[in-house]
């Protein structure tokens, strides 16, 4: 009963003051809810972004690290039943490349002259500039905008394990090379270990 009486005195026009107070409260309430969220988002997603970087547990070039390929993919084929011991060895193509925005700047400017005779001379500059476009972070530290990464094309696979002269491993191992490097079979090599 209490609670009645207190929300029918509430809404009677005497009472508008304490409404317009009760209104502004809860309005500022849920403004710092909203607020709050937004900056503990932000704090949480910059605490994730080392995490992701660090984990490489898949077979896919990352950042261009070529070396760190042969010791995933051996540690993938070690995982092949009667393979033993395995040595990966990749060659590649070429490098990675990492294509970087550049801004454009061309000023193009006119001269005239007015000669004794009568004639007007003209030349004309052109004044071209290249920038590379770099993005700040945060913290203050500056990176080159990257536009597209290419990633290595690998020329060729030499996997020399202990089960190497068992077909069956052979098989399982040249599967294996083409399934996560993107190579065709006439490119890998399959050798037994000694």
Do not use: C, W, Y
């Amino acid at each position: 009963m209490e609670k009645k009486n207190f929300l029918k005195e509430l809404f009677q026009p005497e009472n508008k003051k304490t409404r317009m107070n009760l209104l502004t409260i809860f309005a500022v309430g849920v403004l710092l809810l909203l607020a709050g969220d937004t900056f503990f988002q932000k704090k949480e997603t910059e605490n994730k972004a080392p995490i992701q970087e660090q984990k490489e547990d898949t077979i896919q070039l990352q950042n261009g690290k070529e070396e760190n390929l042969e010791k995933r993919l051996q540690k993938i084929l070690l995982q092949v039943d009667g393979a033993g011991q395995v040595q990966v060895m990749i060659t590649f193509r070429s490098g990675a490349e990492s294509i970087v925005a550049q801004e454009e700047k061309v000023e193009d400017s006119h001269t005239e002259e007015k000669m004794s005779q009568g004639t007007i001379k003209t030349s004309e500059n052109t004044k071209q500039e290249n920038t590379v476009v770099m993005l700040e972070d945060g913290k203050g530290n500056k990176t080159p905008f990257v536009v597209k990464e290419t990633v290595p094309q690998v020329e060729g696979v030499v996997i020399v394990a202990q089960g190497g002269e068992d077909a069956r491993v052979r098989n399982a191992l040249t599967l294996a090379a083409q399934a996560l490097l993107d190579v065709p079979a006439h490119k890998i090599a399959i050798l037994k270990m000694k």
